[in-house]
């Protein structure tokens, strides 16, 4: 399928979300196609989604390197592989304004709120302290703030008594993982 659009999938961890990724690109009519997946964390048990089907992975700790020169370093192996558009998967570190200029309105970012709430860490526990009856998740274009930037689109679940941030975790889990493919192909469709 040479006209799929190149995604590049950047993580730190787990990889649950970038999996759901890689699933929905399995159907033929999926408008992109994931060439790379990159982690600031050497050995994100993610990376091994993306070696067991064949694609390329750039991993390397970011530690002893300033912001912009490790961003600068993973914007070269983007531009190495003719990637067109990015997806943050669980990319848990902030990114330099020039990476976040380079890629605007091509750089996604999926966050376990409804945001503009909870912003940040600890999402569920935070929106289980505040008595909210409902949560979910949000994907957004990424700016240079924080888990900001223009919603592209939003899962709710219900809040149930008796959750804990575990039961809740899981249950925006499931949503973010139907949520993110669809919001990808709907921003590749527009590139
Ligand atoms: C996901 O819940 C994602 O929404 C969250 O990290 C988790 C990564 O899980 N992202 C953020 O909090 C970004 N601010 P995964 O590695 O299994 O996809």
Redesign the pocket.
Known sequence: MADRTRVGVL????????KALLDAQASADCPYEIALVVSNVEDAP?LDFARALGIATFAKAHKGMKRAEFDALVDAELRAHNIEAVA?????RLLSPGFVEGWAGRMI????SLLPLYK??D?HQRAIEAGDAKHG?SVHLVTAE??DGPIIAQAEVPILPGDTPDTL?AR??VE?HRLYPLALAELVRTL
């Open positions: 993580i730190s961890g787990r990889g649950s979300n970038l993610g943050l998967a669980g990319y848990m970012n999926i966050h376990p940040g860490l999402t998740c924080l888990d975790a925006v889990l973010e």
